[in-house]
């Protein structure tokens, strides 16, 4: 079992960066996939970048280049995972989600985290 956690969500303004966090606890060797997706007022949910468990990230077409993603395994009960936003657009702005894809088929979620950009 995992529990999820986002952090970090704020106002900015257009071409500023971001980083916004999740702090994952529970056991870590559940971890198949790790994921950040986000959710426009009006939209659907939608993919913004994946990282694996062997360290291979891949990123949606509308933040490639801008965004990146990453881990920080402090122990086998906790972990951070960070997508760092740079040049931030206005059509950025959603709540973002961390999500997991567990080993044994577990699938979990936080409770998400806004990012608004405007001017």
Do not use: H
Not at 53 to 79: C, I, P, Q, W
Not at 86 to 111: F, H, K, M
């Amino acid at each position: 079992q995992l529990r999820i956690r986002e952090f970090g969500g704020r106002s900015v303004q257009p071409d500023n960066s971001l980083t916004v966090s999740c702090v994952v606890t529970g056991s870590i060797a559940e971890i198949r996939t790790m994921n950040w997706y986000r959710q426009a007022p009006g939209n659907e949910r939608e993919l913004v970048a994946t990282l694996t468990d062997d360290g291979v990230t891949s990123y949606s077409d509308a933040v490639k280049g801008r965004f990146s993603l990453s881990r920080d395994n402090m122990s086998s009960e906790l972990m951070y995972l960070y997508l760092r936003m740079y040049s931030l657009r206005p059509e950025d702005t959603a709540i973002y989600y961390c999500n997991i894809a567990g080993v044994t088929g577990g699938d979990y979620w936080g409770q998400g985290t806004q990012v608004t950009v405007s001017s």
